[in-house]
């Protein structure tokens, strides 16, 4: 598959489901977004890592009232 097809094929989809075609006005604005979201997500990923909550910066300890291993941050109380 190459890629100009799953551009265009992500591109259509955006359209589709988040209906804000204002938004991107481009395939390659749709892969501009895409790598941006995509880069926040590996930050994201090295900072619970780290025990740092991505949100607020407090630190994440395992949550013992859960039956499924899972960290939730100290401050705003998310669970990763």
Known sequence: MNK???LKDL??????VYEFPESFETKEDLMIEWLEINWDQDVADELIDKDICPRCG???RLDR???VASLKCCGCGVKY
Do not use: F, I, P, R
Not at 11 to 16: I, R
């Open 58 to 60: 407090k630190e994440l």
């Open 11 to 16: 591109y259509n989809l955006a359209m589709e």
């Open 4 to 6: 100009s097809k799953v």
């Open 65 to 67: 009232n859960s039956s």
